[in-house]
């Protein structure tokens, strides 16, 4: 890799040797697979510290350009390794609060998403949560409220039987319900957004009962606020 003008041989090895240094420091085992992983804390600190060296470099004088660079890095990575430090940490606590329940904990960068099959969240062609569900919600509330500096965005999806114009409400209304329930629990109404996409985003065969099943699901978004803005941003 060929290091831009305004690095100085010397500053591009220093950033180099850091951002090596950050992403092997936090490689862990899988316990389950035993595979070396990178957790999301070392990848955000490392495109932080290379981020802020980029910008270091450009706004320090030419005397001072390796010392930007360092600064820069130091700080961007310190920024970049919060964010994914913390979604780690919520990450953690909702795989443990949630196992067995059904509810399918995954992770998308920095953006944490819950996967809530209709099967345990809602009785067929109704919005009204199932009672045996409220366990499920309260768990992701109080993680919710521990992490308050995220977006909420609750997805309603359904299959493809019956109308598109019925399915649509209903995803509507499914995606209301969990953002109401959670408000209720105590989460910000204001962190919460909800929509409905009806059956325009299957991720499983509407033509199998085993697929409807699975394309019949709500789905939590937990973005982080900069990553949340963002996603505003680019979908303007």
């Known amino acids: 890799m060929r290091a831009p ?5 010397k500053s591009f090895l ?5 951002a090596v240094f950050i992403l092997t420091g936090c490689t862990t085992t899988d316990p389950s697979t035993g595979e070396q992983k990178t957790s999301n804390t070392a990848k955000d600190a490392g495109i932080g510290a290379v981020a802020g060296a980029v910008i270091g470099a450009m706004t320090a004088s030419r005397h001072d350009r390796t010392k930007g660079v360092l600064t820069g890095a130091v700080l961007g990575g310190a920024v970049g390794g919060a964010v994914g430090h913390h979604s780690d940490k919520q990450e953690a606590e909702l795989r443990e609060k949630l196992a067995r329940s059904g509810v399918d904990v995954q992770r998308q960068g920095d953006t944490i998403k819950l996967v809530m099959p209709g099967a345990i969240s809602f009785e ?11 366990q499920s919600l309260n768990k992701v509330a109080g993680s919710l409220k521990d992490f308050p500096d995220t977006t909420i ?32 629990q105590g989460v910000e109404r204001s962190r919460l957004e909800a929509v409905g ?20 699901r709500v789905e939590v978004k937990i973005v982080p606020h900069e990553d949340a803005r963002r996603d505003q941003d680019s979908s303007r």
Not at 14 to 18: C, E, F
Not at 197 to 216: C, H, L, V, W, Y
């Open 5 to 9: 003008k305004f690095f100085t041989s």
């Open 14 to 18: 220093s950033i180099s040797i850091l």
């Open 124 to 134: 067929t062609n109704s919005a009204q949560l199932a009672p045996a569900f409220y």
């Open 153 to 184: 965005q609750i997805v309603g999806h359904t299959d493809s039987t019956g109308a598109a114009v019925y399915n649509q409400q209903l995803s509507v209304n499914r995606a209301n319900a969990v953002a109401i329930y959670l408000a209720a």
């Open 197 to 216: 996409m009806g059956f325009s985003q299957p991720i499983a065969d509407n033509k199998t009962a085993e697929g409807r099943a699975q394309n019949r």
